[in-house]
């Protein structure tokens, strides 16, 4: 399983863009790379998915270079609501990414 | 999108007695549904994997006997947290895999034993 290595934590202002880049430098070819959020208290929200290039969601971009050792998550201009943690996790889309560990993902925090 | 509800959100129980969490795919069937534990400011453990007709898979650590899982249906697992003591005190959380192939949570449960 490939392990991920991300920052503990980031700040920011709003409406700022906020880039979190997560390393899996030992990704297997049928892996996806899967991004969370989470607010205290709450399960993890999914964000956005993506194998290859550059994925695009009305959240987020997910931005992934050609050997697929990292990947950047791009929130544009964020709020104070997007204040939580994000995870990154990387495995194959069958039953077993369920078994896939959680890191300590990055706590970002947005002030005014 | 896929729903995964939890219940209750939050409970407080008295030590010695059993708790019991329900996790349900609203709009899906999850034939394997995941338990995870989360301590403040820390990341999400994975405790269990439940299996829909079939003995649920623990963790190394976890303990079958206090954490009991069922999975008696395609849209239901439940954790029963028996014997509560204080140090099992805890955020829980379950999963379950989407039609879509990615994992949508359950929104938590916050258990206190007092």
């Known amino acids: 399983l490939a392990k991920t290595t991300q920052p503990i934590s980031m700040d920011s202002y709003e409406g700022q863009e906020v880039n979190i880049t997560c390393s899996h430098n030992n990704i297997a070819t049928n892996d996806y790379i899967t991004w969370y959020q989470q607010f205290p208290s709450q399960g993890p929200r999914f964000i956005i998915q993506?194998?290859?290039t550059k994925v695009t969601n009305e959240v987020a971009s997910l931005f992934i270079p050609a050997d697929r050792k990292s990947s950047t998550l791009s929130l544009p201009r964020v709020s104070l609501s997007d204040t939580a943690v994000y995870y990154c996790l990387v495995g194959d889309k069958g039953d077993s990414w369920g078994k896939l560990q959680f890191g300590a993902g990055t706590q970002v925090v947005v002030t005014p | 999108g896929a729903v995964v509800s939890q219940h209750p959100s939050r409970v407080i129980c008295k030590s010695g007695t059993s708790v019991k969490i329900e996790c349900r795919s609203l709009d899906f069937q999850a034939t394997t549904m995941f338990w995870y534990r989360q301590f403040p400011k820390k990341s999400l453990m994975l405790m269990a994997t439940s299996n829909e007709g079939s003995k649920a898979t623990y963790e190394q650590g976890v303990e079958k006997d206090k954490f009991l899982i069922n999975h008696a249906s395609l849209t239901l697992s439940t954790l029963t947290v028996t014997s509560a003591h204080p140090e099992d005190s805890s955020f829980y959380i379950c999963?379950?895999?989407?039609?879509?192939?990615?994992?949508?949570f359950g929104s938590g449960t916050r258990l206190t034993v007092v």
């Open positions: 993506g194998y290859k």
């Open positions: 999963s379950a895999r989407d039609p879509k192939g990615s994992y949508t």
